[in-house]
């Protein structure tokens, strides 16, 4: 009886995942440089950059271009009870993905362009943010895009926290050294994609 249940559960699992690979690759083949890659982040890099936050302390969390969810889901099992987590995407397919897959009273989902997150922080009253999180293919965005978000981005992490960002190219390093007083970087093999990780702080 425990097994069969157990055989349920993981079968659930495994169609609720390919449901995500699927739903990912689709969108791929019809906005190629908005996502950036064909299937979702590996465990490996999920894990390596959230490792950089202070989940304690952390209030107020931010992730931009969540796709199906695979950073949301393991920074909702993380986060403070009391914190709230805002994640903004542009695409109209994930956002109902996400709304019909992740219920959690901390999580907001916003059909809304990075771009605007002083606004979106503002509008409810939250101040700064702790953390942003995002691996938005910022080198294939228009120019004005990738500025106007890094310098938004900027604008709006609180003194103690940080922007985590992952890229495929490298080509984004001297943007984020210009707009951030702060970079480190690491390089992450063990996705596909290979990534470029950046912690940029003040
Ligand atoms: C490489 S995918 C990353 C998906 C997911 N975070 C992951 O790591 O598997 C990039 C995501 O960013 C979204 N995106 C692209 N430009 C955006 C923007 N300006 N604002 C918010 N999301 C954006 C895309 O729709 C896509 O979901």
């Known amino acids: 009886m425990e097994y069969s249940k157990q055989g349920m559960k993981d079968s659930r699992q495994s169609m609720s995942q390919s449901k995500q690979f699927f739903l990912f690759a689709k969108n791929f083949l019809k906005h190629?440089?908005?996502l950036g890659s064909i299937i979702p982040s590996s465990p490996f890099l999920v894990r390596?950059?959230?490792s950089h936050v202070d989940w304690q302390n952390a209030r107020v969390l931010v992730e931009y271009g969540p796709g199906v969810g695979t950073f949301t889901r393991e920074i909702l099992r993380q986060m403070h009870p009391e914190a709230t987590l805002l994640v903004l995407e542009t695409n109209e397919d994930f956002v109902e993905f996400l709304r019909q897959t992740c219920p959690d009273p901390r999580l907001e989902i916003i059909h809304e362009s990075a771009e605007n997150i002083e606004q979106v922080l503002?509008?409810?009253g939250l101040g700064l943010a702790d953390y942003i999180i995002a691996g938005i293919p910022l080198s294939t965005l228009p120019g004005p895009v990738?500025?106007?978000i890094l310098s938004s981005t900027?604008?709006?992490i609180a003194p103690s926290g940080?922007?985590?960002l992952y890229q495929f190219s490298p080509s984004v390093l001297p943007h984020l050294n210009k707009t951030f007083p702060k970079v480190q970087r690491d390089f992450?093999?063990?996705n596909f994609l290979p990534a470029h990780f950046y912690r940029c702080s003040s």
Do not use: H, N, T, Y
């Open 188 to 190: 992450i093999p063990l």
């Open 162 to 164: 940080a922007f985590l």
């Open 32 to 34: 190629p440089k908005m």
């Open 146 to 148: 990738k500025d106007s």
């Open 154 to 156: 900027q604008q709006v």
């Open 122 to 124: 503002a509008e409810r």
């Open 48 to 50: 390596r950059m959230l």
